[in-house]
């Protein structure tokens, strides 16, 4: 059982770029979710997709698209990177239960100058 | 709107001191308040999940415990491998809402 896996593990873009970054479990988790993490303001939602087949925004989506490919991957693109998405990118799962803990990956850390 | 707070953003202590961290929280209706643990340069791992004032859980030298204003994460004769940031969440009771709330963390030094 690998969990959350991420690829990249790193990334460094010049800004107007285009990337995915790539997220995918096996635990046959339903939701999937895409959060950055920046010194001192914590995690924030970026996109998360409840179930296959919908996605939704989050707190910062400005930016950023996503795509449900199955119930296994959930890819989230910068379509024209911006120095204001450096940042480190965590993509996490949980699965339908009442404990709604949710597991993370190992995170993507992407500089964009 | 949902807000986590956590203090204090740094701890150092010597191994053996004991010590708490806090994790103060508004939100409309909780439907759980969780903690993880990061390691500098990975991503958070469960630690425990809190779903009622008055709900205590243990893991080896940590015992979180829960009030309906705050969270509390005590740590037991702490050793250097409990160094790491501490996150605190909360999921609310609104069920369009899936994601959780996070605080910014407390970093936690424990020196031999």
């Known amino acids: 059982n690998a969990g959350v896996t991420q690829t990249p593990k790193f990334q460094v873009l010049k800004t107007g770029q285009s990337m995915t970054l790539q997220c995918a479990q096996d635990?046959?988790?339903?939701?999937m979710y895409w959060y950055r993490q920046d010194p001192g303001m914590g995690l924030r939602l970026i996109y998360y997709?409840?179930?296959?087949?919908?996605?939704d925004k989050g707190e910062v989506p400005n930016g950023y698209n996503v795509s449900r490919l199955n119930k296994r991957e959930f890819s989230l693109r910068l379509e024209s990177a911006a120095p204001s998405q450096t940042s480190v990118y965590f993509c996490?799962?949980?699965?339908?239960?009442?404990?709604?803990?949710?597991?993370f990956g190992p995170g993507t850390r992407l500089t964009v100058t | 709107e949902d807000q986590v707070t956590q203090s204090p953003e740094a701890l150092r202590l010597q191994e053996g001191e004991s010590s708490s961290l806090n994790c103060s929280y508004t939100?409309?209706?909780?439907?759980?308040l969780f903690w993880y643990r990061q390691d500098p340069g990975k991503g958070p791992e469960f630690l425990f999940t809190?779903?009622?004032a008055g709900e205590e859980k243990e893991k080896e030298r940590l015992k979180a415990t829960l009030t309906k204003k705050e969270s509390f994460l005590h740590i037991t004769a702490p050793k250097p491998e409990d160094s790491a940031t501490y996150l605190c969440?909360?999921?609310?009771?609104?069920?369009?809402?899936?994601?959780?709330?996070f605080g910014s963390g407390t970093r936690l030094q424990v020196q031999p």
């Open positions: 996490a799962s949980n699965g339908h239960t009442d404990t709604y803990e949710q597991y």
């Open positions: 635990m046959n988790h339903n939701s």
């Open positions: 997709s409840a179930s296959e087949g919908t996605t």
């Open positions: 939100v409309s209706g909780l439907r759980g």
């Open positions: 809190l779903y009622s």
């Open positions: 969440a909360v999921r609310p009771l609104d069920t369009g809402r899936r994601a959780l709330t």
